[in-house]
């Protein structure tokens, strides 16, 4: 759970400390106070990418500091990305991107170890029981995202931050309204994400098998051009005899060859200066002499035979070295006949660069996937036969699979509509019906699967997802027929069927944090003590924080701040203040009536007593039991 969270120079919010509650956290204040300003800078602490105007004027950068309690998280194995350095968001860090059946699991899986074993990828871990995570945004465009005081590229702080907040803002409300997004909502309801997944194993491996069947039986002209192209490729290049050193060897070779003359005359500098000096003594006659009187000195004073002995190292030294440019000078000759073999095996090279690879070993690379392509379209025929008997069977597979899916789906869409519309009950949606529409398409190619034990088994179009298409219908109204909820719904009722969703995915919903931004957007005053005790319970299983304009939902806040805007001589902020009782009965009572009033204050009262025995009275009949905070 978010315990701290720290705001500095982020829009009209100068510096911003603020200590969140374990349970239901709830801000109020005047529309524009800046409420949906700190949710911008939880987001932005999250990952999301927003832009230099989230900078205070006249700041060079805005900050988000947040610290999460994640308790003792469980062990888990080192990955194989164990070890890579995390770096600044702009850096080339190799991301580990998920597969789309691990994506699936993950939704399902422990939150614990699913954090647990993404910090270890990445050689993180939490400190304390806690993760500090960190978000920099600067005027020059840069930005730089931290955990634990350690930078991490962009797309890590947004994998963790989906693993300890889950925030639903005013457009999120939406997402109930899109039937694509009503699938996952009833598989995380049905626990069945982890069957799902293996459908989209099968899946996945089905179509890998199929495009390489399609590229088999493509046209057989296009197919044949495609073999002498192949077949040219790889006779070229075997032919080259290419070896993975030789451009370096060659182009050593060039330079002596081309440079002889000069390495030649260099070479008999160095000899003469060495040990043949025409003009005086050479540097070994020198040291010769020098050795001479070392050997007398050393007799006369034997302290001194060390030296001696190294004189005479660096004369054989320098002997060696002397033959060595000898012997190199020997070995070096004109041969142009040499040289141009060599330019023209460069030129050879040069031109496979350009079309197979910009290095031999690539070239070589390129040479050996071309033989392995030849090697399938020349055996064809019996790789054909094979993909064939692997399409049948994976779909065999996805079809048993997704058939006892769909099973498990339309149990839970029973169960689903029921526990809908008894929380749309509770919401002043009285008789309004709900339902989840499970259907398929029938498709000859597609995967046999049998929708209901003893039924018959037919073949069925399918995804990643399996054979069904699940669509959430509703009924608003007793006499009218059930409708997608986009086409009828409003926007109060939309609020309240997300709310009634996340109340009953409660359980199943791992994310430690919920934030709700106005989610009693459309939502009358008379709903608000029943949206407000939903929000509440919603702390058995998360910490809670919730933006809010209704007094009821206000009053069953375990924590409450007030959000202002106040001018500091020609500065506009934000200030932030965690009310007390009796400022929270002035709030709440100002919210009921806007000026403070005897009437309005005692209904303040009124609210926050009712509100707290809910709370207790829930509390005793063990509703609300914290589980993962």
Known sequence: MLTELTITDFAIIDRLELRLNPRFNVFTGETGAGKSIILDAVSALLGEKLGVEVVRSGAERATVYGVFATGTLPSVKQSQNNGATPAE????????????????????????????????????????????????????????????????????????????????????????????????????????????????????????ARRELTALQQNERELERRIELLRFQVEEITQAKLQPNEVEEMERERRVLNNAERLAQLCAGIHSALSEAEDGQSATDLLKGARH?????????????????????????????????????????????????????????????????????????????????????????????????????????????????????????????????????????????????????????????????????????????????????????????????????????????????????????????LIFDEIDSGISGRSGQIVGEKLWNLTANHQVICVTHLPQIAAFGDAHFNVAKEVYGDRTITQVRALGYEQRTIEIGQMLGGALTDTSRRNAEELLQRAEETKQEAQQNHLASPSFR
Do not use: C
């Open 89 to 208: 968001e702009n850096d080339h860090l190799a991301v580990p991107q998920a597969s789309e059946a691990a994506d699936s699991q993950e939704q399902q899986a422990d939150p614990r170890l699913l954090l647990a074993q993404l910090l270890s990828d990445y050689g993180l871990e939490a400190e304390n029981g806690e993760l500090i995570l960190s978000r920099e945004i600067h005027r020059s465009g840069r930005s730089a995202a931290r955990i634990n005081q350690r930078p991490v590229p962009l797309q890590v702080l947004q994998q963790v931050g989906s693993l300890l907040v889950d925030i639903h803002g005013q457009s999120e409300h939406l997402t109930i309204l899109r039937p694509e997004q009503h699938i996952n909502y009833l598989d995380r309801y049905a626990e069945a994400m982890p069957l799902r997944a293996q459908v989209a194993a099968l899946v996945t491996e089905w179509r890998a």
């Open 293 to 513: 009187a070392m050997e007398e000195l050393a007799r006369l004073d034997p302290s001194m035979q060390e030296y001696n002995a190294a004189l005479e190292e660096i004369i054989y030294r320098l002997e060696d070295v002397a033959m060595s440019v000898r012997s190199y000078q020997e070995s070096i000759e004109a041969d142009p006949a040499r040289l141009a073999e060599i330019e023209e095996r460069l030129d050879l090279i040069a031109r496979f660069r350009r079309k197979y690879g910009s290095t031999v070993e690539e070239i070589l690379k390129y040479a050996e996937d071309a033989a392995a392509e030849l090697d399938r379209y020349q055996h064809r025929e019996e790789r054909m036969a094979e993909l064939q008997a692997r399409d049948e069977a994976l779909r065999q597979q996805i079809g048993q699979i997704a058939g006892r899916l769909s099973q498990i789906r339309s149990a839970a869409a029973v169960r689903m509509a029921e526990a809908m519309e008894r929380q749309l009950d509770d919401l002043n949606m009285k008789r309004a019906r709900f339902k989840v529409e499970i259907r398929q398409q029938y498709a000859s190619d597609g995967a046999p699967a049998q929708l209901e034990p003893g039924g018959p088994i037919e073949s069925y179009a399918f995804t990643t997802t399996g054979i069904d298409r699940v669509e959430f219908l509703i009924a608003p109204n007793p006499g009218e027929p059930f409708k997608p909820l986009g086409k009828i719904a409003s926007g109060g009722e939309t609020s309240r069927l997300m709310l009634a969703l996340k109340s009953i995915l409660s359980a199943a919903d791992a994310t430690p944090t």
